[in-house]
């Protein structure tokens, strides 16, 4: 079975930086693509970010391209996302998941979760 446990939320001050990590158990992370997904109070879970299995193709939502990083580290199975230049409508609890793989030519995320889905972790962006 292919699980994850996500950490590294907390509250931050708009503008503030947090980096979030998804630790994967069951799996390789080069065996699988990986994805973060948020939900927002009253809101559905919605996907922000995706990697490629070989790690070279990675994608973003519009809301959040040029202030978030998807990066991993295979060895430590993590998946990590580094987010600056936070914003209150950041706030969420934020997931993440194994993919579908994808290659190096797709240009949108496969937003399907084939990993069961952890706990999260809560970002909280206010002054």
């Known amino acids: 079975q292919l699980h994850v446990v996500e950490s590294g939320g907390g509250l931050v001050q708009p503008g503030g930086s947090l980096r979030l990590s998804c630790t994967a158990s069951g799996f390789s992370l080069d065996a699988y693509s990986m994805a973060w997904f948020r939900q927002a109070p009253a809101k559905e879970r919605k996907g922000i970010s995706c990697?490629?299995?070989?790690?070279?193709?990675?994608l973003y939502e519009d809301d959040v391209k040029g202030r978030f990083t998807i990066s991993r580290d295979i060895a430590r199975k993590t998946v990590y996302l580094q987010m600056d230049d936070l914003r209150p409508d950041d706030t969420a609890v934020y997931y993440c998941?194994?993919?579908?793989?994808?290659?190096?030519?797709?240009?949108?995320?496969?937003?399907?979760?084939?990993?069961?889905w952890g706990l999260g972790t809560q970002v909280i962006v206010s002054s």
């Open positions: 990697i490629s299995h070989h790690g070279d193709n990675r």
């Open positions: 998941a194994a993919v579908p793989k994808y290659g190096r030519t797709k240009t949108s995320c496969p937003w399907v979760a084939l990993s069961s």
